[in-house]
């Protein structure tokens, strides 16, 4: 995959991400406040394909469904020097990449265009030509993105009655929770 980057710093927090107020918000709703502690613009700027950097510890805090917000608001990956476990889970769980690369924060700036090989964990800033290589995602994880996250891959292996795999294949969000 290849987008723009925007770069964020270390330990954002869900809270930073998904603020309190906005989770009785409606889905598009609701994305419209992402960042908005860090960058309150950055919704309105943000465009389908690009790629959010940050550094380490990503998405500590609680468990909130950000993924979902990322998904609607169109970013194509989320890359940090690494993640909170669960938030990182719960990115995959919806079906939104998510691949830890050390040193990011110093390899990409805001506006860079960076270009991801989750297979093959390979990297390259198309703006100033560096690239690299990281530890590529399982290929477990890589069929959960390529079915659309893990409910859609249980509904297609026949493990959800099929009201829930109408619901899937309808294309409303649904919350994956913090426990799959």
Do not use: E
């Given at each position: 995959m290849t987008g723009r980057v925007w770069l964020f710093g270390n330990s954002v927090d869900t809270d930073a991400m998904y603020p309190a107020y906005a989770m009785k918000l409606d889905l598009p709703e609701a994305a419209r406040h992402v960042f908005y502690q860090l960058r309150p613009d950055w919704t309105t700027l943000v465009q389908p394909g690009d790629i959010v950097v940050a550094g380490?510890?990503?998405?500590?805090?609680?468990?909130?469904?950000?993924?979902?917000?990322?998904?609607?608001?169109?970013?194509a990956a989320l890359i940090a020097e690494d993640f909170n476990s669960l938030f990182f889970r719960n990115a995959i769980n919806a079906g939104l990449p998510a691949l830890t690369v050390p040193d990011a924060t110093t390899l990409f700036t805001d506006g860079d265009t960076a270009t991801f090989d989750l297979a093959t964990g390979t990297y390259r800033n198309e703006t100033t030509g560096t690239s690299g290589r990281t530890a590529p995602l399982p290929d477990l994880i890589l069929e959960i993105l390529t079915s659309g996250g893990i409910l859609a891959r249980l509904a297609t292996q026949g493990f959800l009655p099929p009201e829930m795999r109408d619901l899937l294949s309808s294309g409303v969000p649904v919350d994956t929770g913090s426990s799959a």
């Open positions: 380490r510890n990503f998405g500590v805090g609680s468990s909130r469904p950000v993924a979902s917000l990322f998904r609607h608001l169109g970013v």
